[in-house]
């Protein structure tokens, strides 16, 4: 049971560029969620999901994409990478009483 | 939205109790709280959740006074690998829609001293 995980770990890119962070779990959750953790803060949510094929917008949407094709996946698009998406991004996944489990983390770093 | 009020640090030495309290004015009656601790450079763990009353498990515990508004998680004798940032989230763990009402905010960094 591997739970959560992210790929890539780590990740630059060139401002404009596009890319995808990959996110499954196996834990068979309805819900998954995607956050963003800069430096020194607290974490605060793009995108979630409460089943596949459901999604919707959390506190921090813009320029970026998710979709929920199978309950396993929840990968997040950046649209047109630019210096304020430099950041941390967590991926979790809950069960149905609230408790959430998060992956290890993509250190992204747009120049 | 129903935001949380935590201290943003706190200190602490090996063997002591700690008590971080979180304010939560504005609970709603379904909501339940829901602790989580994050070390660094890693995502947050899950460590307690509760209704009202005490909650205990084998890391820690969960006191919720009658009228909500609060609630202190209790870490009986830290030791240095307690180190860490203690989120306190508040959210209805009944409607998957909470999702999109959960606040991290910044935690309380909580530091142990030998």
């Known amino acids: 049971n591997a739970g959560v995980t992210q790929t890539p770990k780590f990740q630059v890119l060139k401002t404009g560029q596009s890319m995808t962070l990959q996110c499954a779990q196996d834990m068979n959750h309805e819900y998954m969620s995607w956050y963003r953790q800069d430096p020194g803060m607290g974490l605060r949510l793009i995108h979630y999901?409460?089943?596949?094929?459901?999604?919707d917008q959390g506190e921090v949407p813009n320029g970026y994409n998710v979709s929920r094709s199978t309950t396993e996946d929840f990968p997040l698009r950046l649209l047109s990478a630019a210096p304020s998406q430099t950041s941390v991004y967590f991926c979790?996944?809950?069960?149905?009483?609230?408790?959430?489990?998060f992956g290890p983390g993509t250190r992204l770093t747009v120049t | 939205l129903a935001k949380t009020t935590q201290p943003i640090s706190m200190d602490s030495y090996e063997g002591q109790e700690v008590n971080i309290t979180c304010s939560h004015n504005?609970?709603?009656?379904?909501?339940?709280i829901t602790w989580y601790q994050q070390f660094p450079s890693q995502g947050p763990r899950f460590i307690i959740q509760?209704?009202?009353t005490k909650v205990t498990n084998e890391v820690a515990s969960l006191f919720i006074p009658a009228d909500r508004k609060s609630s202190t998680l209790s870490l009986p004798r830290v030791s240095l690998s307690d180190t860490a940032v203690y989120y306190c989230?508040?959210?209805?763990?009944?409607?998957?829609?909470?999702?999109?009402?959960?606040?991290f905010g910044r935690g309380t960094q909580l530091t142990v001293w030998p």
């Open positions: 504005n609970i709603a009656t379904n909501d339940y």
């Open positions: 999901s409460v089943g596949a094929g459901i999604t």
């Open positions: 509760g209704y009202k």
């Open positions: 979790a996944s809950s069960t149905q009483t609230g408790e959430q489990y």
């Open positions: 989230l508040v959210g209805d763990k009944n409607r998957g829609s909470t999702l999109g009402r959960l606040y």
